[in-house]
C-alpha cells in the first residue's frame, strides 16, 4: 500500500454507468443511423440527456418516449427504441473497474453504489451483471425521485447508511457529481480509467 493521504476510508461508493457499465445511448442509436451526424442531431435536439433526466427520476421511459413521440411522430420509432431496446446501450462492462471492486470486497472494505438509473431498468441489469449484487447497499435515483449530482441524493446515502462523509470515497466519471461529494466532506476520485482509478485508491491506501 501507498497510503499517501492521511485520512482513513471506511467505505467506498462507485457510480455505475461510467464506471462499471460502459453505458451511452450511442451503443444503440449507431446500429439505427447510417449517418454519425444524423444521429449526433437526434440526441441533441430529441433524445437528450436533458429528456433523459426525467427517467433518472422516475418517470416512465415508456410514458416519455410515447409524449416525445406524438410531438415528432416522422421519428416515432428511433425514439420507442429508447425504452424498447434500452439494455442496448450497454456494450458491456468496465472489466478492470470490477476486477477492482473486486479486491475491494475482498479486502473487507464497505462497497455502495449511489446511481442515476431508471427505475425499469435496475432489477434487469441487476440479474444480468453479478456484480451488482456485491455492494452493502445501493441508492438508485428512480427509486428516490432525486438525481445526482444534487445534494439531497447524496445526503440520503449517508444517512441511510450511516456513513462518515470524511471516511467515505466516491467514485464518478461526472465531474459536477464529483463536485457535489467533495463539497459534502466526501473523498473523490473523478474516473477516467481503471488504471487511473487503480492509481488514485493506492493513494488513498485501499489497494
Not at 497510503?3 to 445511448?25: E, M, S
Not at 420507442?80 to 479486491?103: K, V, Y
Request: aromatic share 8%; proline share 3%.
Amino acid at each position: 500500500m501507498n497510503a499517501t493521504h492521511a485520512v482513513t476510508i471506511d467505505a467506498v461508493v462507485f457510480d455505475l454507468g461510467g464506471v462499471l457499465l460502459d453505458w451511452d445511448p450511442r451503443h444503440l442509436y449507431r446500429k439505427l443511423f447510417d449517418d454519425e451526424q444524423a444521429m449526433e442531431r437526434f440526441l441533441n435536439e430529441l433524445c437528450t440527456v436533458e429528456w433523459h433526466a426525467q427517467h433518472d427520476r422516475g418517470v416512465p421511459a415508456e410514458q416519455s418516449c410515447g409524449e416525445l413521440a406524438a410531438k415528432h411522430p416522422e421519428h416515432a420509432e428511433l425514439i420507442h427504441a429508447w425504452h424498447e431496446r434500452t439494455e442496448e446501450m450497454i456494450a458491456g462492462t468496465i472489466d478492470g473497474s470490477i476486477e477492482i471492486l473486486r479486491e475491494l470486497k475482498d479486502a473487507g472494505v464497505r462497497c455502495y453504489a449511489l446511481t442515476n438509473m431508471e427505475a425499469e431498468t435496475y432489477p434487469l441489469r441487476a440479474a444480468r451483471y453479478e456484480f451488482m449484487r456485491w455492494f452493502d447497499g445501493t441508492v438508485v435515483s428512480a427509486h428516490e425521485g432525486v438525481i445526482k449530482p444534487e445534494r439531497e441524493i447524496f445526503e440520503r446515502l449517508l444517512r441511510r447508511y450511516d456513513l462518515d462523509p470524511e471516511r467515505t470515497l466516491m467514485i464518478d466519471d461526472a465531474r459536477r457529481n464529483v463536485d457535489t461529494a467533495a463539497g459534502l466532506g466526501m473523498k473523490t476520485v473523478h474516473f477516467s480509467t481503471p488504471r487511473q482509478l487503480r492509481s488514485s485508491l493506492e493513494d488513498f491506501g485501499l489497494l
